[in-house]
């Protein structure tokens, strides 16, 4: 079967981008010979998400651009939340005293580099995605 990408026909309506990666999306026809569903979308990016087939273009499009899309700030948010969580307990593990080496030092050291993780991972969640 000979697949061909195309871009939606007769000024139809706009792919949104692919909810995983953000990617282009592409309008793909199966070959005119195809008896049964003949459109479906696909991400043209790394993932290669893709609907499932349909019959005609309007359908494909219209189940690609109503995909749910994650919250990426959400995501973002409890990834950063998770590794400050990490850190605090790297910190809290250097007070056990089971961890003690005899170098109380270099314990504290750690203490505060931890401390400063969380901080700085805490920061990143109250300023936001970067632009650049």
């Known amino acids: 079967m000979t697949t061909n990408p195309t871009a ?3 000024g139809g309506e706009k792919l ?8 282009r999306a592409e309008l793909w026809k199966a070959h005119p010979d ?3 569903r003949k459109a479906w979308i696909a991400c043209i990016g790394r993932c290669c998400i893709m609907t499932r087939e349909y019959m005609t273009d309007a359908e494909a499009i219209a189940a690609w651009n109503t995909r749910a899309t994650p919250d990426h700030a959400a995501v973002r ?4 939340e998770e590794a400050a969580k990490a850190c605090e307990q790297q910190r809290d593990d250097f007070l056990s005293p089971e961890y003690a080496t005899g170098q109380p030092l270099s314990s504290i050291q750690e203490r505060f580099a931890c401390d400063q993780c969380a901080t700085a991972i805490r920061a990143l969640q109250q ?3 970067s632009n650049g």
């Open 77 to 80: 948010n409890e990834a950063l």
């Open 127 to 129: 300023k936001g995605p």
């Open 34 to 36: 195809r008896p049964a």
């Open 8 to 10: 939606p026909q007769g």
């Open 16 to 23: 949104a981008p692919c909810p995983l990666c953000g990617s």
